[in-house]
């Protein structure tokens, strides 16, 4: 199996990190500001000492000059939880090049700045439903398992924004990346709403392939849904594929409005566009990566 | 409505076809995509390989279906019926005439005539032949016997207006002789009713019916009926006539002109219905003289007369005679002859004479040019016979132009010479017992009379002058007459001895060269104003002018009768006519192109 990301790709991304607008609370160390006081050399305030306290932390300065025991704290610092929503339904299934593939090294890349930075990254594939990536990964040791394990997931079935709900509301606040193409019936926004309603801070890439925004064909054909295998004619013409293309256009500035709304980051992003610049230019420019 | 062509009728096969062709099934290649909800739901079939499925409403095959049924109607040349009744042959006499240049019908009564004429045309079916013959002077067939509407269009459209009255009656006898016993055929004048007398050869009627179409309306105008100069002893002056044939006061300016310059400018009035005659200067040495209404009335042909005011060559005309006044007299009734009179005695052959008239005397050798002989003496050379008593005396050829008004009926001749021996020439006068007057145009035009005009009482008679006039203007016509001539009215010019060019100028600036050396007949007279006859003499160039005016108080009047006096029909059967036919299948076959215009354009948008 050829690996998900060349090594050159993983070298550049080691530069890069993911980029929070808070400070986060994680179930261990790390490298991120927490909400928390904590060891660290970055002084955050003083407090009255307190018995029980460790005294090492005791300021003798201010208790030379004060004549009390002062307490000097330090901001905490902590891993980041990252967790990675990847959809891998039937109609990410599809373009040159495929949508699903180009997913996975996005999430692998996204995944990979995280681990770097250890963070902690939590893998979850959908299509109708939740599939868990597995157990919660960290440091750079774990991408290679992660990569594997996204390698590993079919893309198939029915997209169920809904049915993503109630797996993004048992999150602890921290970032969530969601990687779709935005096509399914349902509507996404829901899912938006629980990621705001967990205080989760993170963007929605929509993916999408050139022969989706760039119709390559015309004339009659028997159109059947990549996901739900239902199927009907049609005739394209300039004016049925101007309807298309008008019913795209809306469908993607309908999830972009949703998700400023909840305040996530978004960005529109094509299968021809090499994973090197969509991580480096395009996420840059949303502020999802530093 | 009916149909020309019902066999057209099996194109209409094309409907169900199309419909059919929307029943198959196309086959569809099958596309995956990502999100079918994303798709419209619209289909077109534009192929079919696959039987069958339901049909579906499309703009499509509603749009293809109307212009095959286009086609279709089209292709059946439908014909709505029209307002004329037709014959099978119908011949148009369309009068081109002075009158149909009036302006009361806009733009003018002939294109009026032309526009109902191609209308006419226009409705004529497969099967019907149509002649258009236009009246005018001289009438002609300007299409015979076609259905060629193009060729009609064209040849109706090219007729011009001739400033000539309309000869009806030669037009009517061009028709008759294109139409054959037992024709279904029908004539349509279309006309101001202008035309000149029919003859009455016409009395037994026609092979077909004719329809008097009237085209006019009006009477109102002005016109210059007479224009003539006259010499006399003090000075020389023009007389002019002026008519008003409308209902209305009319006030016109009169110009005055001579060789074009401006004399004089005169406002008139004119009561309805009157005339007025003015005399008007004419300077010494001009050569015509012009009068232009500025009356702006409907017929521009009348306001505009010429005449030409210098007087023409006299001809030196010799009378050898013991003694004849009733021959002195007549002769000298030709302003234009200069007459000597001598004695027999007293004859010598001269060439300074034009004419020579030899009365009672015959020299031994005849003058080499007319000569008009009477009673050659006996044993002369062309003495005939021993005189016969003469009983009642007849025109050899009642129609001869020689004998025009001449009437012989009281004429009386006691006795004559025996012509019948005399080759001469043809008889022109003769009686039971002998020819009593030949001519004959070799190698001159030359007159005998048998007879002494003291045994016979023609001198006393009316036909005696009339008769001088036509033989002598036969002999002799005037080199270039100074007269006014009716448009389209022949002129006869004589050429001058050793003329090595004659040639004719018109009004219009146009030349036409004339023969030398012949009497020609000039007929190209139809534009109105002075014409101009240069002959080259000796290398000098001589000039003499005639005048062509229309001058005729039955075209002026203008207003077009309501009926028209017309021959009866001869026809033994019934004439049958059906209505016209209007085809309207060039406006079907347009809309069928609009459609497929639309069709097309709705194709290309997708509908």
Redesign the interface.
Same mark, same amino acid.
Not at chain 1, 219 to 228: C, F, N, S, V
Not at chain 1, 237 to 240: A, D, H, K, Q, R
């Given at each position: 199996m050829a690996p998900l990301l060349e090594p050159a790709l993983l070298r550049r991304l080691e530069a890069l990190a993911l980029q929070v607008r808070r400070a986060v609370s994680g179930q261990m160390g790390g490298e991120r500001r927490s909400r928390r006081r904590g060891q660290s050399v970055e002084f955050a305030d003083y407090r009255n000492y307190t018995p029980g306290d460790d005294f090492r932390l005791i300021d003798w300065n201010a208790y030379a000059r004060l004549d009390r025991f002062m307490l000097r704290l330090f901001v905490a610092e902590e891993e980041l939880p990252l967790s990675l929503f990847v959809d891998l339904s039937?109609?990410?299934d599809?373009?040159k090049p495929n949508?699903a593939d180009t997913a996975r090294q996005l999430a692998g890349a996204i995944a990979y700045v995280a681990l770097a930075a250890l963070d902690r990254v939590r893998l979850t594939v959908f299509a109708e439903g939740e599939t868990s990536g597995g157990a919660p990964s960290r440091g750079r040791r774990a991408a290679a398992t992660l990569f594997s394990r996204l390698q590993s997931f079919p893309a198939g079935g029915v997209t169920n924004y809904e049915k993503l709900v109630w797996p993004i509301g048992r999150q602890r606040p921290g970032m969530t990346v969601l990687i779709t193409?935005g096509?399914?019936?349902s509507p996404l926004d829901p899912a938006l709403r629980a990621l705001q309603r967990a205080h989760q801070e993170g963007a929605v890439l929509q993916l999408l392939?050139p022969q989706?925004l760039t119709l390559d064909?015309s004339?009659?054909? *028997?159109?059947?849904?990549?996901?739900?295998g239902?199927? *009907?004619?049609?005739?394209a013409?300039?004016?049925?594929q101007g309807?298309?293309l008008k019913?795209?256009a809306q *469908?993607t500035d309908d999830i972009e409005r949703a998700a400023h709304r909840r305040g996530l980051r978004f960005a529109r992003l094509s299968t021809s566009e090499p994973i090197d610049e969509m991580v480096q230019i395009t996420l840059r420019r949303i502020g999802l990566l530093q | 409505m009916t149909v020309l062509a019902p066999l057209a009728a099996v194109l209409a096969i094309t409907l169900p076809v199309i419909i059919g062709l929307y029943f198959l099934k196309i086959r569809r290649p099958t596309r995956v995509v990502p999100a079918l909800h994303l798709w419209p739901s619209q289909i077109r079939d534009r192929q079919a390989n696959v039987p069958w499925q339901r049909l579906r409403p499309s703009w499509l095959l509603f749009l293809q279906l109307l212009a095959a049924a286009a086609l279709v109607a089209a292709a059946l040349q439908p014909v709505l019926p029209a307002g004329a009744s037709l014959a099978r042959h119908s011949i148009v006499l369309l009068d081109a005439s002075a009158s149909m240049q009036a302006t009361d019908v806009t733009p003018s009564r002939l294109a009026e005539a032309k526009r109902q004429v191609n209308a006419v045309i226009d409705q004529l079916g497969p099967s019907d032949r149509m002649t258009v013959i236009a009246v005018g002077p001289t009438s002609r067939i300007i299409a015979s016997v076609t259905g060629d509407r193009d060729a009609l269009h064209r040849a109706v459209n090219g007729i011009t207006p001739s400033n000539g009255p309309a000869d009806l009656s030669s037009a009517l006898a061009l028709a008759a002789g294109l139409v054959r016993s037992g024709d279904d055929a029908r004539a349509y004048l279309f006309s101001d009713g202008i035309v000149q007398p029919l003859r009455s050869s016409f009395a037994a009627g026609l092979p077909f019916p004719v329809e008097y179409h009237r085209v006019g309306v009006s009477g109102e105008n002005v016109g210059l009926t007479s224009l003539t100069v006259r010499t006399s002893a003090q000075a020389r002056a023009a007389y002019l006539h002026l008519q008003n044939f409308g209902q209305q006061v009319r006030s016109v300016s009169l110009e005055w002109r001579a060789d074009g310059h401006l004399l004089d400018v005169r406002p008139l009035t004119l009561p309805p219905g009157q005339g007025q005659d003015l005399v008007l200067p004419v300077p010494s040495d001009a050569i015509s003289v012009t009068a232009r209404l500025g009356a702006g009335d409907i017929f521009a042909v009348d306001d505009t007369a010429t005449a030409v005011a210098r007087t023409p060559r006299a001809f030196k005309v010799l009378l050898v005679t013991p003694g004849n006044v009733f021959l002195e007299q007549a002769l000298r009734l030709r302003s234009d002859f200069q007459l000597d009179v001598v004695a027999p005695a007293a004859y010598h052959a001269s060439s300074a004479y034009a004419m020579t008239v030899l009365d009672r005397f015959a020299p031994s050798l005849l003058p080499d040019g007319p000569v008009l002989i009477v009673d050659p003496p006996v044993g002369s050379a062309l003495a005939g016979g021993p005189a016969v008593g003469i009983g009642r005396v007849r025109a050899v050829d009642a129609g001869d132009p020689l004998l025009a008004n001449v009437d012989l009926q009281d004429v009386h001749v006691a006795r004559s010479e025996d012509l019948r021996a005399s080759t001469f020439g043809r008889p022109l006068i003769g009686s039971l017992q002998t020819p009593l007057v030949l001519v004959r145009d070799e190698p001159f035009r030359q007159v005998l009379v048998g007879f002494d005009l003291h045994e016979s009482d023609l001198p006393l008679r009316i036909a005696f002058p009339i008769l001088m006039q036509n033989l002598s203007e036969w002999m002799l016509p005037p080199s270039v007459p100074s007269h006014s001539f009716s448009p389209d009215e022949p002129v006869t010019i004589v050429p001058e001895p050793g003329a090595t060019s004659v040639s004719v100028v018109r009004p219009d600036g146009s030349r036409r060269t004339l023969a030398t050396g012949a009497i020609a007949t000039f007929a190209e007279t139809d534009p109105t104003g002075l014409y101009t006859v240069e002959q080259v003499i000796a290398g000098q160039v001589q000039r003499s002018w005639f005048s062509v005016n229309l001058f005729s108080d039955s075209i002026s009047q203008l207003k077009p009768p309501d009926r028209l006096t017309l021959p009866p029909t001869r026809a033994v059967a019934i004439q049958a006519t059906h209505r016209g036919q209007l085809e309207i299948w060039p406006w079907i076959a347009l809309a069928a192109l609009a459609v497929v215009t639309a069709e097309w354009l709705a194709f290309h948008r997708g509908l």
């Open positions: 039937g109609s990410m599809w373009g949508k193409d096509l399914g019936e392939a989706e064909w004339g009659d054909a *028997r159109l059947k849904d990549a996901e739900t239902v199927e *009907r004619e049609f005739t013409t300039p004016l049925t309807s298309y019913l795209l *469908r | -």
